[in-house]
């Protein structure tokens, strides 16, 4: 927060000297040009006929989605169920990966460079590419049904799993490890003794946050054929039938809401 | 009996032989390697250069395994206690026999119970057997300091290392603490190298004192031997009188 | 308790949850829903062996990526998904901020804070691909409802952690430019505002990767971006086009991320 001298010779305070005001009035020029493009490229690719018809549309599409078909309620329960278990288990399979991966991505506990640059790149990739085009890939290769759905689902969490472990394995206190290499421990019993004492609660919660999260990534693979309530969804648009949509929406809710209130009790109980 | 050479420029021709059942204190001023001198004999620091022997064994020279298999025979305690703060006192302390069961074992800490029995009177003689199955994170530090001896015990060692037991602790503790080391060495017949920053501490307690300075030996003998000169030697210029500010002597007796 | 009433006695780790009914409780739960979970899971083996084939000219179209054949629907899909990216980041900020606002118990009346509240939970609760099936239906296919989808999802994500953070932030700043005989809105600007920038920033380009991300895959049901052309070439089974494809998502994605935490860096 420089102080300025102006030419009469009087000292002004400003919250940035000139250049840094310049740079940043460039930047939100920038930005700003970037922006207009942005919008004109989108306005030029609209059918503006729809646009305008917007309003309407949402008009009738509410009035068909209300009231909710409640009858329909019955033939969801199997796809929440499903729902569930995509979620659950492609964590499950998501975790069983990720520990390995994020203990190679961890400065202090990669056997090698090369190793850990493996590692991350694992990380971007199954980061970089979302659940749903993982269910895409994989309902082409397995066929419809649940498995692509847990294996989409796991493959997603890998990245998000193994990121935030290493960086809980880059934090940890070393001087214990060193104390336990002192009386002879091997490798492993350093890491089983001593690392994994101090990633757990790290790791407990990081499991139930991604799960909380999977549940609603779960709720949508269906879309495209791997399973869960997604293909109810799917079949009920098709069709038109906005109703049922509002009944399956409802019960998706609820099931958030639920995942969301267990994931907060256990890592406030983890603390 | 313990011999050391050469090491990295951190030391530059230390050498130094403690006979058995001996206990060594290391002064120094920091970065004089007192801590490097540690932890070369444990190889937790490599050395460069020279030899560490330990009841005639040549320590680096050994493979990982057989490394691993010296270092049990070897106890250290450290200065910030390096316990796993999630664990229980039981468990650090049992994790000084890690050296001596497998992976697997250690993992659901299965010990065996000559282990378990020998842990419990060490827990006893060092005062914290009533905080067996409290977090260690949950404990004072001269309780958490206890458990770093009890854990070095246990693994029944010939020499013990001590880094810097008492930086950490209050001038009582840090008392009580040196004299339940000294005990413990008479005891268990344990030769031991302690480092030690609080010189009238070390005088107080230890039979040999050996003083380092930029990574050489300036002084070894007596703490009788320690005079004001021999301090500036390993310090540097400073005044050493003990008089306390108003005039008693250090003994707390009033002036004449 | 002595060491010598002790001796003999085995000594076992205290499990995490401490009764033992509890446990075995917990235990057999755990079993129980594995099993039944993994009853439901009927693989077709013929079909996966099937698939095995499938995976193999998958992997030989992944290693040679056709860029050209498709380049313009390609071209088309990135553009759209980059400019959806762009406008929806920037509308959503701008929006988040008076929900986030209105969501922040400390400085909003209660009505608005439980509307406020309310419609940000339910933005949240929903996957962004089901709000573009909305959108798509109302205004019909093409970017512009992916980006009203992502705005929509922005504002959501930005407004509950923006909320969170307003309600966290040290209220003595403000009070003493309260003291100082300072307005409402100073107190916001000079008080508030310094408190929460750096980490909304960071949220913002956090959540600029996100909408990229998600740009990607909105096309699916027609809602503008690369997604659109990744389907088809899909259940064309054009591998090779996938790959290409796909490559430029992640070395995007991966881009992204970099920029992304370089500013946070800077900003914090």
Redesign the interface.
């Known amino acids: 927060m420089p102080v300025l001298q102006a030419a009469s010779g009087a000292r002004t305070w400003r919250q940035r000297d000139r250049r840094r005001t310049l740079l940043s009035y460039l930047g939100w020029l920038i930005g700003l040009i ?2 207009a ?3 004109r ?3 030029g ?3 503006w ?3 305008w ?2 309003p309407r ?2 008009a009738a ?1 509410v009035d068909r989605m209300f009231p909710p078909d409640l009858s329909y309620l019955a033939r969801l329960w199997a796809p929440i ?2 729902t569930i ?1 995509i979620a ?2 492609g964590t499950l399979m998501a975790l069983a990966i990720s520990v390995p991966v994020a203990f190679m991505a961890a400065r202090n506990t990669t056997p090698h460079p090369a190793v850990r640059q493996f590692a991350l790149l694992i990380m ?2 199954s ?4 659940a ?2 993982w269910a ?2 994989l309902v ?4 419809p ?3 692509a759905g ?1 294996l989409a689902v796991g493959l997603r969490s890998i990245g998000f799993c193994s990121k935030l472990l290493f960086e809980a394995i880059e934090e940890i ?1 070393p ?2 490890l ?9 490798g ?2 350093v890491v ?3 690392i994994v ?2 990633v ?2 790290a790791f407990a919660g990081i499991s139930v946050y991604r799960w909380d999260i999977n549940i ?2 779960s ?2 693979v269906g ?2 054929g791997a399973g869960g309530i997604g293909l109810q ?1 799917d079949a009920s ?1 098709d069709s038109l039938r906005w109703a049922q949509v509002t009944t399956i ?1 409802v019960l ?2 609820v099931l ?2 639920i995942a969301e209130w267990v994931s907060a009790r256990v890592r406030a109980a983890i603390r | 009996m313990k011999r050391y050479g050469r090491g990295e420029t951190a030391l530059a021709g230390v050498d130094l032989t403690v006979p058995q059942g001996q206990v060594v204190a290391l002064i120094g001023p920091s970065g004089a390697g007192k801590s490097t001198l540690i932890r070369c004999i444990n190889r937790l620091v490599e050395p460069t250069a020279g030899s560490v022997r330990l009841a005639g064994n040549e320590l680096t020279t050994l493979g990982s395994r057989a490394l691993r298999r010296a270092r049990r025979d070897i106890g250290m305690i450290f200065q910030e206690y390096a316990l796993v703060d999630r664990l229980t006192v039981m468990e650090n302390v049992l994790s000084g026999q890690l050296g001596y069961v497998g992976f697997w074992r250690s993992w659901f800490r299965r010990f065996p119970q000559g282990t378990v029995d020998r842990a419990f009177e060490l827990l006893e003689r060092v005062g914290i057997l009533d905080q067996l199955d409290k977090r260690a994170d949950q404990l004072s530090g001269g309780q958490r300091q206890r458990v770093g001896i009890a854990r070095a015990l246990l693994q029944d060692p010939q020499l013990l290392l001590v880094d810097e037991p008492t930086a950490s602790l209050d001038p009582k503790t840090s008392r009580q603490v040196m004299r339940l080391l000294m005990e413990l060495a008479t005891e268990h017949e344990l030769t031991v190298v302690v480092n030690i920053h609080d010189v009238a501490l070390a005088q107080l307690f230890v039979p040999r004192i050996v003083g380092l300075r930029a990574g050489e030996i300036v002084f070894d003998g007596a703490p009788a031997d320690l005079t004001h000169d021999r301090l500036t030697e390993i310090y540097g210029e400073e005044d050493w009188t003990q008089a306390p500010v108003g005039g008693a002597d250090a003994s707390g007796a009033d002036p004449a | 308790m002595t060491a010598q009433s002790l001796k003999g006695r085995p000594w076992r780790k205290r499990p995490t949850i401490a009764n033992p009914y509890v446990r075995w409780a917990a235990i057999l739960a755990a079993v129980t829903y594995l099993v039944l979970a993994g009853s439901t899971l009927d693989v077709d083996w013929a079909r996966v062996a099937r698939g095995l084939d499938r995976a193999r000219s998958m992997f030989a179209g992944f290693m040679q990526p056709d860029f050209t054949s498709r380049w313009s629907a390609i071209r088309t899909g990135i553009l759209e998904s980059l400019t959806m990216t762009v406008v929806a980041t920037a509308l959503g900020i701008v929006l988040s901020v008076p929900f986030a606002c209105g969501a922040a118990r400390i400085i909003s009346p209660t009505p608005i804070y439980l509307l406020c509240r309310a419609v940000i939970a339910v933005t949240r609760s929903f996957q962004e691909i089901v709000i573009a099936i909305f959108f798509v239906v109302m205004i019909g296919f093409g970017p512009l409802a992916g980006a009203l989808t992502l705005a929509f999802a922005t504002i959501g994500f930005l407004g509950k952690l923006l909320a969170e953070d307003i309600e966290d932030i040290d209220p003595r700043p403000l009070e003493a430019i309260r003291a100082t005989g300072g307005s409402w809105l100073q107190s916001m600007a000079y008080g508030v505002v310094p408190q929460i920038a750096p980490r909304f920033v960071g949220l913002s380009v956090y959540r600029l990767d996100i909408n990229f991300r998600e740009s990607s895959v909105i096309g699916i049901v027609g809602a503008g971006g690369i997604g659109a052309a990744l389907n088809t070439a899909i259940s064309r089974y054009e591998y090779d086009v996938t790959a290409a494809i796909l490559i430029i998502i992640v070395g995007l994605v991966f881009i992204a991320e970099y920029a992304s935490g370089v500013i946070r860096k800077r900003v914090q």
């Open positions: 970037v922006l493009i942005c919008v490229f989108i306005a690719s609209t059918l006929f729809f646009v018809d917007a549309q949402a599409l169920w499903d278990n659950t288990l971007v990739t980061r970089s590419v979302s749903l085009i895409l890939l082409s290769i397995l066929g049904g649940l498995l847990i206190d001087k214990p060193e104390a336990l290499s002192s009386t002879g421990a091997s492993s019993q089983g003794y001593g004492p101090q757990a609660p609603r990534e709720t949508v879309l495209v969804l648009i929406f998706i809710l958030v809401v």
